[in-house]
């Protein structure tokens, strides 16, 4: 980050002047984020707030201050001393504010720690029983326990109608003396405090809501687990603009998100679980998108929720969900991150986001870069976030940025409907203007498209460029010219095979099917070889497909072609990418794709030049190379 040159020279003025001065740490000044950078405190020490929330306060003048708290790391996975807190005026700069929460390390510290003794003085014996099995977080215990307990994803707020500051965390440890695991309770435990900077006393932690067992499948394999438990592992808080205070945490082993109602003091639900009302008091959503470290916000009266994959420590794709009221469904929006960063969310996982300026929907994004074998100096990575059409959310980059970089926005959507296709590469029949409400106003604003997005047959994010450089995409489907085949390989009339076939008479009357006579055009195509459909109706060329069985080819014939050139287009995605399967593709004999890899993206192959003769036939053959049996989405043929 860069550093301000005169508190720098000054720093190294006085550790030349003063012995004692030579091995202190050099605390810089910051003016700027550098995600995945090293970050020190205002003592030159590195931030320890792992895991963390950022919370907007005022100080005793009047000024707005920032408050960071986050897991203490400082002795890697084990030992956590607790709950660790900064402060800032600027977002840039962080002041070592202790720590909020303190970890135990003796159950004799209620007797013999001043700290202790005088927080939990009128705790009967049960209560203190509870403090000492949430918050012992010894590697090495001795009071007969096998494992520690586990303080994760701390988020405080601030409760104004009791004036109280409130934290809730992930808090965990084996449900048993002889339990092996650190993960079994799967809690969540609250803290309370009359100060932002604590010290915080620790009140219980719970299992949280539930739908009942026999309501809904259970999204695992295992029958040993159900929706039931109330597992309450990653976590958040968020409260909303008429005071009411949410949890938002990954339930159902991760499976399934939650958001429960907290009550009006904040330091339980706002009714137990067993008497709790879906959509009253909570909401199950996204269930079995395996979703985990959430971050919820709200802009222009829509929630966000930003989530992440639950693989560990392994970094993972972001995605981010919207509901029109915080106890509503959660739709999908997708992954907010485009480009290099999008496979693993520039290498971070999602931790809160912090509301620098709500009315002008300014956000920032807070992550953290994982690093088990060093979790004491493991990165930060803020990034700024933005907005485009109709609100649709953008992260990054993980470049070096300031506050001054995030811009105003107010919701804006384009109003010009566009047409269900366009010609492969070919923008020409797309409107050269649109037009662009903003609130009650609407303008007409000169549009470029990018040829770039619709390269490929298939749907597209086709992207349109405003003549004042602001961009949106519209869902759009390719179709090659001349198109005389059109096969989707699951067997499905799915919305975009649909649109293909409006784009000039086809030969084939269905989405597939055995090799026969089309019941309408009497052309002879379909596929030979041993396999069977994947896919919904509700899904698209590339996710409905055909695999193989017992390591056989799937051979498509295509027939009544008029004599010339054709080229024949091919779709490919592996929903189940790790089986990491390859095949040979050859068209009338002829080898055109040595090695094609299978992969979780949408692949699109054009193989042109294929000649037909006075026989009027295609044959496509794909035909495995290594063990895992193959498959092909769809097939597209056209003339040159």
Not at 309 to 323: E, F, I, K, L, S
Not at 366 to 381: E, H, I
Request: overall charge neutral; some cysteine; glycine content about 8%.
């Amino acid at each position: 980050m860069k550093l301000f040159r005169p508190l720098l020279a000054l720093a190294v003025l006085s550790a030349v002047l003063s012995p004692a001065a030579v091995a202190a740490p050099v605390a810089p000044a910051y003016d700027s984020f550098r995600p995945g950078a090293e970050w020190r405190d205002t003592s030159g020490q590195v931030i320890q707030a792992h895991g963390g929330q950022v919370v907007p306060s005022t100080d005793n003048r009047g000024r707005k201050i920032w408050y960071w708290y986050g897991e203490d790391r400082s002795n890697g996975y084990y030992d956590s001393p607790g709950v660790h807190l900064y402060s800032s005026y600027d977002l840039y700069n962080w002041k070592d504010e202790g720590l909020a929460l303190r970890a135990m390390s003796s159950v004799d510290q209620f007797e013999n720690d001043k700290y202790f003794s005088k927080l939990y003085k009128k705790y009967t014996p049960a209560q203190k029983d509870v403090v000492w099995r949430d918050l012992s977080t010894n590697a090495v215990r001795t009071d007969g326990w096998s494992r520690p307990s586990i303080l994760e994803r701390p988020k405080v707020i601030y409760n104004r109608a009791t004036r109280k500051w409130i934290m809730w965390v992930h808090s965990d440890g084996p449900s048993a003396p002889d339990s092996t695991s650190t993960y079994a309770r799967a809690e969540a435990g609250v803290a309370i405090a009359d100060s932002p900077k604590g010290p915080f006393r620790w009140i219980d932690s719970y299992r949280l809501n539930h739908v009942p067992s026999d309501s809904v499948p259970w999204c695992g394999t295992s029958s040993a687990f159900d929706p039931a438990g109330g597992m309450a592992r990653d976590m958040n808080l968020f409260v909303d603009d008429d005071g009411k205070a949410y949890i938002i945490y990954s339930s159902e082993e991760n499976r399934t998100m939650y958001v429960s109602k907290l009550n009006r003091d904040y330091t339980y639900l706002s009714a137990r679980p067993e008497n709790a009302v879906q959509g009253k008091d909570f909401v199950r959503t996204l269930a079995c998108n395996q979703r985990e470290a959430p971050a919820m916000f709200k802009s222009e009266g829509r929630y966000y929720l930003v989530t992440s994959g639950a693989t560990g420590w392994d970094p993972n794709p972001a995605r981010y969900a919207t509901a029109s009221t915080v106890l509503g469904q959660y739709a999908d929006q997708g992954n907010p991150i485009t480009a290099p960063g999008a496979a693993d969310t520039y290498r971070s996982q999602s931790t809160n986001v912090i509301t620098v300026d709500a009315e002008r929907n300014k956000f920032v994004f807070m992550g953290d870069r994982w690093t088990p074998s060093d979790l004491k100096n493991a990165p930060y990575v803020w990034m700024p976030m933005s907005f485009g059409e109709g609100g649709s959310l953008s992260i990054g980059p993980d470049q070096e940025w300031t506050l001054g970089d995030l811009t105003p926005y107010r919701r804006w959507s384009v109003e010009t409907k566009l047409p269900d296709y366009v010609l492969l590469g070919d923008t020409s029949a797309l409107p050269t203007k649109v037009q662009v409400r903003t609130g009650s106003r609407t303008q007409t604003l000169a549009v470029t498209w990018d040829v770039s997005t619709v390269a490929k047959p298939g749907t597209a994010h086709l992207r349109g460029i405003l003549a004042d450089g602001r961009t949106f995409t519209r869902s759009i489907v390719v179709a090659p010219r001349n198109l005389r085949y059109a096969v989707n390989a699951g067997g499905i009339a799915t919305a975009d095979w649909q649109v293909l076939t409006r784009t000039g008479p086809l030969l084939n009357s269905n989405p597939e099917q055995p090799l026969g006579t089309d019941p309408v055009t009497g052309k002879t195509w379909g596929y030979t070889g041993a396999g069977a459909p994947s896919g919904v109706a509700t899904g698209d060329l590339y996710s409905t497909l055909r695999y193989a069985k017992n390591h056989e080819p799937l051979v498509y014939t295509f027939g009544g072609l008029e004599p010339g050139t054709y080229t024949v287009h091919a779709g490919y995605f592996d929903p189940w990418p790790w089986a990491n399967r390859a095949a040979q593709v050859t068209i009338n004999g002829a080898v055109v794709d040595q090695q094609r890899l299978f992969t979780g993206t949408n692949e699109a192959a054009a193989y042109g030049g294929v000649v037909v003769g006075a026989d009027g036939k295609i044959t496509v053959t794909v035909a495995p190379t290594r063990s895992p049996d193959i498959q092909v989405s769809w097939l597209l043929v056209s003339a040159s």
